[in-house]
Structure formats: C-alpha cells, structure tokens
C-alpha cells in the first residue's frame, strides 16, 4: 500500500522512504517540531553532507540542474506585478536518484515531505545528523578506522517551514542542541513571511526572538507595498553599508525604497546617507554606478559652501569644478571631465577643505533639481551631488500602509 521501500529504527530515529498519497494537513506544525516522530503520511529522504553542501547542483525532477543553496531565507522572485517566494530547492530535486542501494550510516540529513492539495511534495521539516562525540573519542583512539553504526549518529539540529492554509511559507526556524542527545532544543533564529490579501509576498522579517508572530514587526527587513488591484508599487528593503564610526569601522543598515512604474518599471530608487540625510539614487549601471557611487546630499544651496573632509582630514588645495551631465549618459567621468557637460562653478579648497561656490551655488542648486541631469564635483574624485529629500516625501515612501502611486513618485 505504502511502497515502502527501507526502514531503519535505531535509537528513536526512523528513516522511511516512500512513495506516499496526499495529506490533508500540511506540515503540521507539532509534526515538524524538532525530534517529533515524522506521520505516516510523510516522504522521506535522505542526503548526504556532499548532497547538502551549498552551490552544489543536483539533478531536478525535469532533468534540469537544481542549485543546493541555504534554506532559512527563500529566494524572493517578481512574477507580473507581484513578488513572491521562489520554490524550495529540495522540493525541485529529484531525490530518488540519490538514494543509495542500502541504507548509509554517515552523516547528513533527512528531509521530510508532505503532498499538498495539488499532490506536490512541500518541504516540513530537515534534520541534520552528526557523529556522537562518543565515537569522534572511540574513533581518536582506535588503530584502525573505525565504522559507524546507527546508535552513533545523533540529531544535531533541524530546520522546520510553517505554512498557512493557502500552502503558503509562513516561517522557517532553525533549532540546535548540544551533543548530549537528550539536551533540550533551542530555537537559534526565524524567518517569516507575510501575504497582503491578494496573495502577494508583503513582508520578510527575523524576529531577535521566539518564533514568528502574526503581527508584522515595524523593523522588517523587507515590505512589499501593493495598490487596491494587488499591482507591487515599491519594495521597503534594508542595505548594509560598511561606515566609520568613532574611529572604526562597522556594517551600518540603511533603508532602500525601490518604486515601480505602471510597466513594473524601476523608476525610482530612494535611500539615505550616513549621516541618515535621504535622496534620490541615480539610476545607472555598469560604469555609471561605480563613477557615481559617492554622493553628497545637499539641503539647500547654502549648503554647497562647505568642508570637504577626505579620509579624515581636509581635503586643502584641490581644484574642483561642478559640471552639469546627462543622466543619460553611459561614461558619466569621462562626460564631467570632457566638454559635454556644462560646468556651473569652479575654484580651489581653502586650507581647511572649504568649497565657496559663491553667487553660483543658487545656478548649481536649480541644476540638482533638474529632471534628466546629474550635477558632479570633478576633482581627484568624481562626487554626485544630489538634493536631499523632503521629509515628509522620504516618510510615506517608508510607511507600507501608504498604497498610493503618488505617495511615492
């Protein structure tokens, strides 16, 4: 009835592989709990450590090629104007061709399956089996190599999904416990994902503690905003950058707001500087990107006679000149350092790093508001110099309960 093909019982754990009929329930969650005996109802498989190791390929249910990649955070994947969480890659694997003859004692991992309403294998619940540290001793001290049995491997830790009854991946949560085999399990970290009302992937979040909530956290690492008819308006995401700070340095996180347009579009990406100043990033690429990727932000043009602070120190007698550019073009360096563009204020820095843009800066003000056009400082480095953002324009493209286009051009 089963098509059971093995079964191993040794020290509480039970390997079963088969082909098995669909489930009702979809992992349930006291089913998938760390060390619980997996139901009936569930596909078993096993894997060894080479079959797990990350950027591996494996072999796909189609004959395609399957990359082995992390479980905990699900590659997220736009489909029309709706994001969404890419397939698993176990449940695309074609497990079968990895079975061995006889069962393998060694470590690795048992994955765990349950059928779905539309009979495809969902992922419940991975257990990753290490050697005792009883035998790592008997096998430190033996003449020979020594093999092991079933009674030497233990359960190490475990990773279980949480669905919601669309058969949608609600959480992912990794659990660990020390050698001894009856040590109590401990929930290392969780991930969670939530769904606007029409299905599409709203929230991505880990929560500093416990497993994961209904309530999405107002710290979530990823908010996808959606109008009335489901269409993805922009995506809230977090950008770690490398900054200095009280002398040294460390990976700071910045928001990054991504807005689509009426095609799914990028047409706007916005995010803040060190000092927490927000603005527009330019969009380039390629070339473009790296030449523009320092940025000051202005506030006003007062705010264009300045210091310039190099590594620390002023940045004293350098030439600079402020240049006017496509936003069009491919090759923005060699634009600002040739004639195309239009230079709108020249000098030297002061001792102290001092830029005085003087009667000029109202002209290189309207300029940086100019739609179409980057203002850059040419000097020994090429400086995008962009306007700061209103407030108030930088707070609703943050708030995910803002669904409008225009809350956020």
């Known amino acids: 009835m089963w098509g059971l093909r093995k079964t191993l019982w040794s020290s509480g754990l039970l390997l079963l592989v088969a082909s098995l009929p669909a489930h009702a329930a979809l992992c349930n969650p006291a089913d998938a709990a760390p060390g619980a005996a997996p139901p009936r109802a569930w596909q078993v498989w096993q894997a060894g450590e ?10 796909g249910r189609q004959g395609q090629r399957v990359k082995v990649d992390t479980l905990s955070e699900p590659q997220v994947i736009m489909e029309g104007r709706r994001m969404r969480l890419a397939p698993l890659w176990p449940e695309q694997v074609d497990w079968p061709a990895y079975q061995p003859d006889e069962v393998r004692v060694q470590p690795g991992s048992l994955l765990y399956f349950e059928r779905d309403a539309a009979g495809a294998a969902r992922l419940c619940r991975v257990d990753e089996l290490g050697l005792s540290a009883a035998f790592e001793e008997r096998r430190a001290d033996a003449p020979e190599p020594l093999v092991p049995t079933a009674d030497d491997l233990q359960l190490v830790a475990t990773q279980t999904f949480r669905y919601d009854s669309e058969g949608r991946l609600l959480g992912v949560m990794q659990w660990r416990r020390e050698a001894a085999r009856q040590a109590p399990w401990q929930l290392q970290a969780a991930h969670c994902f939530a769904y606007d009302p029409l299905g ?11 497993a994961c909530a209904l309530a999405i956290p107002a710290d979530a690492r990823a908010r996808h905003v959606y109008d009335a008819q489901g269409q993805l308006l922009r995506s809230i995401t977090v950008e770690p950058r490398m900054e200095e700070l009280d002398g040294r340095y460390e990976l700071v996180e910045h928001p990054v707001v991504t807005v689509l347009g009426s095609q799914g579009e990028i047409r706007a990406v916005y ?6 100043r927000p603005y527009r990033r330019p969009l380039a690429s390629g070339e473009a990107s790296d030449a523009l990727r320092e940025v000051w932000v202005i506030g006003s043009a007062a705010g264009l006679n300045l210091r310039w602070i190099d590594e620390g120190l002023p940045a004293a007698g350098r ?10 073009s491919p090759q923005p360096v060699l634009a600002a350092l040739g004639n195309e563009g239009t230079v709108l ?10 830029i005085r843009t003087g009667k000029a800066a109202a002209a290189v003000w309207r300029a940086m508001q100019q739609p179409g056009q980057w203002v850059v400082l040419v000097s020994m480095s090429t400086i995008l110099l ?7 324009l930088w707070q609703a493209c943050l708030d995910p309960e803002q669904r409008t286009a225009a809350a956020c051009p």
Do not use: F
């Open 50 to 59: 080479a079959e797990m190791a990350v950027g591996e390929h494996l072999l």
């Open 200 to 210: 599409g992937l709203a929230a991505l979040w880990q929560p500093s503690e416990g």
């Open 271 to 276: 995010t803040e500087d060190a000092a927490r």
């Open 319 to 328: 030439d600079w000149r402020m240049v006017a550019i496509s936003a069009d």
């Open 345 to 354: 204020a020249r000098g030297r820095t002061g001792k102290q790093g001092e």
């Open 386 to 392: 962009t306007p700061e953002l209103p407030a108030s």
